[in-house]
Structures are given as structure tokens and as C-alpha cells.
């Protein structure tokens, strides 16, 4: 437990990061307050400033506008004109707070050995520092606020602003690559915080996101049109979910749309199919950080898209908004190809919980209920997926014990009996002594049966950077 790991040497460490990432949850949650309140408006998130509403005074950032400590400081009023100040924006700063750390105890602080807490990252996160696992961190801390952010939006308005979703999956286009090139050395069958990829389904995810800008391209150039681009003139503002008497019709625009990434697909499993490397050894872990999150894109994409069209087909009316499309597409992009869809088939079961809930608190209240999106429901199951991870492992071996669950490995660079450096010696993985408790190999890792490691009776510095022993390791193939 974590109380178990309260020394000075543990304080030392994790206590500057943690106050770093509290303090950088809050001001994201200060962001994400007018992401909400001006997204949808259609206002700019930068001008004006952030002022009072009633007598127009700007909010000072190192004072009125100063993330939780503001709000405390002025007692929730203007300092000008005692406008009230609503408390749920200093409530959702601390508690952007409170879940930027809560993610960095759980991934950073808590051991990989301790039960569930330790289980939601696993060994991987344990044995990296935060200063080079900071990308993969901030991936997973912005995928959590954009998901409140979308949550709240999408239940006001019934939708999502495109923006959110597209930001996101572009930093995670940006920021995977970066965290494959600043990872520690690691023996390759050790789990990674997303699904690698071949070199075929890296030249499948290529040739997709390939069609992806193509499209994007005609129809910006006027070649392909928007969908529902006459939505307005059947449907009122304040009728969300009314009937739209051609949604089959759109479903064919929407179709032409994904003939370039579909073509892309098959000419990107073509090329791979040629390639000479390929099936022999997987990509450096830049190019599989990079195509695992396009694959997950992809992946969060196409599963929600195609119920959205083979469901509009059948009952004439829209199934499911381009919201969420692209809402399951960013999560993707963060957590790999699996997780949207287990999300999306996790998903139904909140919305029965919401309509239940909310059909208890009509009977007493005796106001009628109000619908909710789909979108918060996806956002929901993508919470409780990652933070109850050990309990949904738990569940697949005991429904489909014969179905080997899909895992987060990166694919072998080399062959697996014995990895070379480049000198043509065996590749050796260090670890100062007081991490050997906690990484001492087993000769198991990650359920590969064969692997192990065996110390080197010599180590060419014997004293690490920071005048610790260090200990050296040598991956070993069967029997080795």
C-alpha cells in the first residue's frame, strides 16, 4: 500500500511531482471551466479575458483568476461589484487537482505488485520516472478533463464540439512517438502503456490515416460535402433528437467520405504484405508508439461509425452523433485499438443505470426525466474501464478463458531468445540497487513463459550517476 511506501527516500521523490501535478490539474480545470462555458457559444477561448459578467472587471490570474485559490481568497465574489461567483468552477479545478494526482500515486507511486491500485498501470509505469513518462502522463491527465469537458457539453447541448476530441487525438499522435523515444531500456515482452503493431498493421494504420487526410482535404476543397448540411431547416434548436426525414440519404454521403480511408486501409495491407521485414522483427518503438495510436484512432472510429449507419439505415432516423465518432476516435488514440471497444459495448450498460436512476428520481421528484446523450455514457465507461482494469482482466479470464485477452506488448525487435545491442553483445538492462526489491525478475514476464534474466557477475560501473550499486541484468533466452 501506499502508507508502505511513505519514507524519506519515497517523499523525496514523488512529493515534487505531485505537487507539480496538482498544480497543473487545477489550471487545466480552470481551462476546461471555459472550454465549457464558451465552446459551445461559439466564443473565442482566449478573447476577452476572463472577466466579471456583470460589471465587466477583467480577472487578474495572479489574483481573481488564480485556479481554486482565487474563488477562496475573494469568498466566491467580484472584488469590484460582490458578484457571486458560482462555487462549481472552484469545485472542478480541485477536482482536476485531485485526479492529476491520483493518477500519478496509482501509475508513479503505488508498486505494480500492490493489489488493484497497482494492477491499473502495471510494471511498466513503476519502473519509468515521471520525467520520462511524462508524455504517456499527460495523454491519459487531458484524456480524463477533455472526457468531463465533453460529458458536460454534450448533456446541455446533446453535442460535441469537434475540437475537444481533435485536440486530443492530435497530441497523441504528437506525444506517443515522443514517449517511445524517451522510455527506459526494457526487455522487449514487458507490457507498454499501448497495444503495439507490426509492420504490416503499421503500413494498415499509415495507409488509413492516409485516407483520412485525403478526405479531409475534398472536402474542404468543396469535392465532398457535408452531411445533415440541411439539418437546421427541419429541426429546431430546441429539438435535439427530432426526426430528420433524410437521414438514410446522409448515410450515403457519409459513405463516400470513407471510401478514401477505406482504399487506404487495403493499400496500406498491400504494402505491408511486401515489405521484406515484415513478420520477421516490429518496428523501432517510435514507429509502434506512432501506429498504435493510429490504429486506436481508427479502431474508436470504425466501430462507432458503422453502428451509426447500419443503425440509421434501420430505423431512418440519426443512431449516433459524429460526436461520438470522434470522441471514441480520441480515446483510441490515447489507449490503443481494444479499449474503444470495450468501451463501446460497456457504454449501453450506463445508459440502462442513467434511465433507472433517473426514472427512481422522477417517481419521487414527480419532474419528468431528461434524456442524456449517448456521448457521456461512452465517456463514463472509458473512466471506469482504465481505473477498474484489474477487475475487467479478472472478468475476460473467467468468461473466455480460451481467448488469450489482447496485450499491451511491444512487438519483438530482434529475436526473442536473445536481444543484441549494437556492439553484437547481449543487451543488458540495469537497475540501481534499491529498485532490485521491487524489479527482481521472476522469469516470467507478462505471461511469456521461457524468458528470464540472469545477473552479470560484471558491470562496467559499478557505481550508477547518482552513486548507487547498480546491479546488471541480461535478458536470456529458454534454457538459458
Request: aromatic share 14%; hydrophobic share 50%.
Amino acid at each position: 500500500m501506499l502508507l508502505a511506501d511513505l519514507n524519506s527516500t519515497t517523499l523525496l521523490t514523488h512529493l515534487p511531482w505531485v505537487v507539480f501535478v496538482f498544480c497543473l490539474g487545477a489550471c487545466v480545470g480552470s481551462f476546461v471551466n471555459v472550454v465549457v462555458h464558451r465552446l459551445p457559444r461559439g466564443m473565442s477561448l482566449s478573447v476577452p479575458p476572463s472577466r466579471c459578467e456583470r460589471c465587466g472587471a477583467r480577472l487578474r490570474f495572479f489574483r481573481e483568476n488564480l485556479p481554486i485559490l482565487g474563488w477562496l481568497l475573494l469568498r466566491g465574489r467580484c472584488r469590484y461589484c460582490r458578484q457571486s461567483f458560482s462555487a462549481g468552477y472552484m469545485f472542478v479545478e480541485l477536482g482536476m487537482a485531485l485526479l492529476f494526482v491520483f493518477l500519478y500515486v496509482v501509475l508513479f507511486w503505488v508498486s505494480w505488485r500492490t493489489p488493484w491500485l497497482g494492477s491499473i498501470g502495471g510494471e511498466w509505469w513503476s519502473m519509468q520516472s515521471f520525467a520520462r513518462a511524462w508524455p504517456a502522463y499527460v495523454l491519459l491527465s487531458f484524456l480524463m478533463a477533455s472526457l468531463w469537458a465533453m460529458t458536460v457539453i454534450d448533456a446541455r447541448t446533446f453535442t460535441i464540439p469537434i475540437q475537444i476530441p481533435m485536440f486530443i487525438t492530435i497530441l497523441a499522435f504528437v506525444l506517443w512517438p515522443v514517449q517511445g523515444a524517451l522510455a527506459t531500456a526494457w526487455p522487449r515482452a514487458v507490457t507498454w502503456p499501448i497495444p503495439g503493431v507490426t509492420w504490416w498493421w503499421f503500413t494498415v494504420s499509415c495507409g488509413g490515416m492516409l485516407g483520412v487526410i485525403v478526405s479531409r482535404l475534398l472536402l474542404a476543397v468543396g469535392l465532398f460535402r457535408w452531411s445533415f448540411a440541411d439539418y437546421e431547416e427541419y429541426v429546431q434548436d430546441d429539438e435535439p433528437l427530432a426526426d430528420y426525414p433524410h437521414a438514410r440519404r446522409e448515410m450515403g454521403v457519409e459513405l463516400i467520405y470513407l471510401l478514401p480511408i477505406i482504399a487506404g486501409l487495403i493499400l496500406g495491407g498491400v504494402v505491408g504484405g511486401m515489405l521484406p521485414e515484415a513478420g520477421a522483427a516490429g518496428p523501432a518503438r517510435v514507429l509502434q508508439a506512432l501506429g498504435g495510436s493510429f490504429i486506436g484512432y481508427l479502431s474508436g472510429c470504425g466501430i462507432v461509425w458503422a453502428v451509426r449507419m447500419f443503425g440509421t439505415l434501420a430505423f431512418g432516423r440519426e443512431a449516433m452523433g459524429l460526436g461520438d465518432v470522434h470522441l471514441m476516435g480520441a480515446v483510441g488514440a490515447v489507449l490503443g485499438w481494444f479499449d474503444p471497444l470495450v468501451v463501446f459495448f460497456l457504454a449501453p450498460f450506463f445508459g440502462l443505470a442513467w434511465v433507472f436512476v433517473a426514472g427512481l428520481v422522477s417517481r419521487f421528484t414527480r419532474k419528468q426525466g431528461r434524456e442524456l446523450p449517448y456521448g457521456p455514457h461512452l465517456a463514463a465507461a472509458t473512466v471506469v474501464l482504465f481505473f477498474a482494469r484489474p477487475m475487467f482482466v479478472d472478468a475476460w479470464q473467467v468468461m473466455v478463458p480460451t481467448i488469450p485477452m489482447p496485450q499491451r506488448v511491444l512487438e519483438p525487435l530482434a529475436d526473442p531468445k536473445m536481444s543484441l545491442a549494437p556492439s553484437g553483445h547481449p543487451e543488458i538492462v540495469e537497475f540501481p540497487d534499491p529498485f532490485l526489491d521491487e524489479f527482481r525478475p521472476s522469469g516470467r514476464l507478462n505471461g511469456r513463459r521461457g524468458l528470464g534474466m540472469v545477473a552479470s557477475t560484471t558491470s562496467p560501473d559499478p557505481l550508477g550517476s547518482a552513486g548507487t550499486p547498480v546491479v546488471t541484468w541480461m535478458v536470456t533466452g529458454p534454457g538459458e
